[in-house]
């Protein structure tokens, strides 16, 4: 028989951090573990300046400031989780860094998430690419996997989920699984 949480059962679970630079401090340690250089921060106006200065200092990386198209978190879109202004921006960003993983949203202006995936897959196949979509649908999950995405999401999945896909897809990028 399951039994109801107490109370302290559950502000421990609802307690994540007390302030942005705790936030940044914490996800500094987290990523430590999880990137390797070269890495660059870029923080995103509106509080996200603040957690990026930490997880820089933690990383002994380069802070920069994006301004950007916001990409929200599933469950809580006023929570960014990263940004670039467009499909454009994300191929060319990706071939400056190189990054070992981009969480790609499906619907952007200029190039949409189908095209920039293709064309990462030439200019960064190095970079795992996970589609991002509000729309969850057979036939957009075989296009992303038809454009090169190691895995879709949809933006309502879950904190989990998105967690334990975007660990995997970093995994697998590591490992070179996903190259032809």
Known sequence: MLSSPT???MAARQRRFLDRVEAGELLGEVLAGLVRPPV???GIPRGGVVVAARVAARLG???DVVVPRKVGAPGNPELAVGAVADGADATSLAVELAPDLVLMDLSMPLLNGLDATRLLREVAPDTAVVMFSA???PELKRQAFAAGAVAFLPKGCGNDRLRATLEAAVTLAGSNLHRG
């Open 61 to 63: 990386a380069p802070l």
């Open 135 to 137: 729309f969850d649908s």
């Open 7 to 9: 109370g302290s059962e």
């Open 40 to 42: 660059v921060v870029l």
